[in-house]
């Protein structure tokens, strides 16, 4: 358990979004995929995803570790079926936002609350994306009344809300991390977690990463870094983490990428510079095959907490 403690500490959280969201028509994502983590937690209504086609009921939350893909199907009924680039230009089709009090399940329409939050590991590391989980219904009713509560702060206009949202956030994610070890899911990655974590070269790596995602990050240069030798340091890396340097570094650089096109005005040609990338077209086929989505489409998403009602 004091290894656990000392992860939970080391977590940085961030909440992203959050929002009400009503089913105006059945809608079937093939491949969706996001960088947050996000939570759906089903009010009325239906909700399958996965390659089971695995039900969400009434009450539970489907937890989707960030960098996760998985085909997730809302609301009863034939579904229209789209990519998530398709998705993209059409949100306003198939979700409207409404506020959870606003009675609907007296008019009828399935609905779920939507949010995202971040959860890194020494601000660096993805904590829930480097356990290399599947997505994962939550019975909880302490954790869907948190999402709950901080829908409700949200949409008051109280002094210290955004506080207050970013403390219960806090508090979502330890109930999650609770939810798991106590009905023991996933043990086997939290115990390599909780080994590797304490691990200083490691530490160091993922910070460089981390400051230095526009610039040089190959092998030689990590190796200086973790004061191993080059031909050592993706063995040294990927024994700990199960993954090799040079994939942990893309996912980070694009992760980056989709904050500057979500947050800023910037080119998408000066992001891919910014995040390592010379060559733009390379970037933009990269980008694509991560996500499903070009970079231009996902800076003109909308995401599902500003579809409006």
């Known amino acids: 358990m004091e290894d656990y403690n000392k992860i939970i500490e080391s977590l940085g959280v961030k909440f992203i979004k959050a929002t009400n969201i009503k089913i105006v028509r059945p809608l079937k994502i ?17 909700i399958h995803f996965g390659d089971d086609n695995e039900l969400v009921k009434e009450g539970d939350a489907l937890f989707i570790p960030g960098g996760k893909m998985i085909p997730i199907t809302y609301g009863s009924g034939e579904p229209k079926v789209l990519s998530n680039d398709e998705v993209a230009n059409r949100e306003g089709e198939f979700f409207k936002t409404e506020g959870h009090t606003g009675g609907l399940r007296d008019i009828g329409l399935d609905n779920f609350h939507y949010m995202a939050f971040e959860a890194k590991v020494f601000d660096t590391v993805n904590f829930f994306n480097s356990l290399d989980i599947p997505p994962f219904v939550i019975r909880s009713e302490k954790i869907t009344e948190i999402i709950d509560e901080i829908i409700s702060e949200g949409e008051g206009r109280i002094d210290g809300k955004n506080r207050v949202i970013a403390l219960k956030t806090e508090h979502l994610v330890i109930e999650i991390i609770r939810y798991v070890i106590e009905n023991r899911l996933f043990v086997e990655q939290l115990a390599t977690n909780s080994t590797y974590f304490k691990d200083p070269r490691l530490i160091d790596i993922f910070s460089y990463i981390k400051d230095n995602l526009g610039g040089d990050l190959s092998n030689k240069i990590l190796a200086n870094v973790a004061s191993v030798s080059e031909d050592y340091v993706g063995q040294y890396f990927k024994m700990l983490t199960g993954i090799n340097p040079q994939d942990y570094i893309e996912y980070q650089r694009m992760e980056f990428a989709v904050n500057l096109l979500r947050t800023t005005k910037k080119s998408i040609r000066d992001i891919g510079k910014e995040v390592g990338y010379k060559d733009t077209a390379y970037f933009c086929r990269r980008f694509k095959m991560m996500f499903g989505i070009p970079a231009g489409k996902m800076r003109r998403r909308e995401s599902l907490m500003n579809v409006k009602g």
Request: charged share 30%; proline share 0%.
């Open 30 to 46: 093939s491949n969706y995929y996001d960088v947050e983590n996000s939570i759906v937690a089903l009010r009325k209504g239906e």
